[in-house]
């Protein structure tokens, strides 16, 4: 059986590549601007959410058919959602994490499980209050926001080709995570110019900051540099190369474990891009430890974001606008879910004694990733941004593990299968 022909004004996807990528170029461009309009357009309105939407406006206007195109599968979430993965975990200094002080670690490792258990939780409690929330693939989106809240965007994406979410129902779970993630931001942000008076309140050592501050300014000195083509030419031969090198081992992998486990099928380990996604982490992540990682400064974690953002609109223009509006009440359970993130983060601040700089960068290395938690950890000094952007890219290698937990356990929540 033959599928219909696409009734979209543009069909030819070097076209709509094309389109996509001057999109991208304009939002970039007009985000850029320091004065004007532009400057306080985007202190409401978030790049990251333009790169979602308006490929969205394409499709729902008749102007592409995203689902129709091969630029999402298998281009972009079979090669760049690798590659990201690859470039951004290669960034990662678990050594430097290591010696931010066992303090700071455990607010990170304690705002990762506060987000799960806050998914659990809002799952639970709207099934309560508002079924129909909770109802059909709800608990896929979830997972792919935990992979967000967790991780980052490719985490998300990750999460959304694991468990075969849904386009409209990812495009609103978006929503959600830029709509209750970046009104958490602001409050941070508002927050982090008290810290002083907070840490002063609660009696919190603040020693060790200082102290880190020094340190970062010296790594940052001593590793930035202008790329090379040959620097560029090294990232995108990492990142091909792994993604090459996951692409082959990962089928023989899932074959093995449909034959030999009987419980792969239960997990999506007889999945073989469960095994791209899975490998292109932990080869990252086991680059991060050669001098390989160096390459950061010259740009591997702006090309793994270039990728990503290209495989961001290219899941946009898969979504239905109209569609979006259906379910209001995920606010209300993204509400509940992080609402229950930052009370048990506070219980262990408290019971830690940390600065509040520790809460607020867990937090936002969690929920805003390496992409936002720069900011806020800017906010609390300049020198400190390196920091958020070391505990955020330790979300990209965390995040798709525990995001697949989140995943299997609310498809077992929802009994789904």
């Known amino acids: 059986m033959t599928e219909p022909a696409s009734t979209a004004l543009i069909t030819n996807d070097i076209v709509v590549l094309g389109l996509i990528a001057a999109t991208l170029g304009l939002v970039f461009w007009t985000e850029s601007r320091e004065t004007g309009f532009w400057k306080r357009f985007y202190t409401y309105v978030p790049a990251l959410l333009l790169c979602y939407f308006i490929p969205g406006i394409y499709n729902s206007a008749g102007l592409i058919d995203g689902n129709a195109s091969k630029l999402y599968n298998p281009v972009a979430s079979r090669v760049l959602l690798p590659a990201a993965l690859v470039l951004l975990t290669l960034t990662i200094d678990l050594k430097g994490v290591l010696r931010l002080g066992p303090k700071l670690l455990a607010m990170y490792a304690a705002a990762s499980i506060s987000v799960m258990l806050g998914a659990f939780a809002a799952f639970w409690i709207m099934g309560l209050v508002h079924p129909e929330t909770v109802a059909g693939d709800t608990w896929g989106g979830m997972a792919a926001l935990a992979g967000s809240w967790i991780g980052g965007g490719a985490n998300m994406v990750a999460m959304k080709e694991v468990f075969n979410v849904d386009e409209t129902t990812f495009g609103q779970f978006v929503v959600v995570d830029v709509g209750v993630g970046y009104v958490w931001m602001a409050v941070l942000i508002f927050l982090a110019n008290r810290a002083q008076a907070i840490d002063a309140r609660t009696g919190a050592d603040t020693r060790a900051i200082e102290e880190l501050k020094e340190r970062l300014v010296s790594y940052q000195k001593q590793h930035q540099r202008i790329a090379s083509l040959s620097d560029l030419m090294i990232i995108v031969g990492i990142a091909l190369g792994a993604v090459g090198l996951s692409h082959a081992v990962a089928s023989p992998i899932a074959a093995w474990f449909l034959a030999n486990v009987s419980w792969a099928k239960t997990v999506s380990l007889h999945e073989p891009f469960v095994w791209v996604v899975v490998l292109s982490t932990f080869i990252g992540l086991g680059l991060s430890f050669t001098r390989l990682r160096e390459y950061d400064g010259a740009g591997a974690s702006k090309v793994g974001t270039l990728f990503l953002y290209f495989l961001i609109a290219c899941i946009g223009m898969q979504m239905d606008i109209k569609a979006l509006a259906d379910k209001p009440w995920l606010f209300a359970l993204g509400l509940i879910w992080i609402m229950v993130h930052i009370a048990l983060l506070y219980l262990v601040g408290r019971l830690l004694r940390v600065p509040f700089f520790y809460f607020a960068l867990g937090s936002q290395s969690n929920i805003g990733g390496?992409?936002?938690?720069?900011?806020?950890?800017?906010?609390?000094?300049?020198?400190?941004?390196?920091?958020?952007?070391?505990?955020?890219?330790?979300?990209?290698?965390?995040?798709?593990v525990l995001a697949y937990i989140v995943g299997i356990t609310l498809r077992a929540m929802a009994g789904a299968g």
């Open 370 to 400: 390496p992409a936002s938690a720069p900011v806020v950890a800017s906010v609390f000094h300049p020198s400190l941004a390196p920091v958020g952007a070391l505990l955020g890219a330790l979300g990209y290698a965390t995040g798709t």
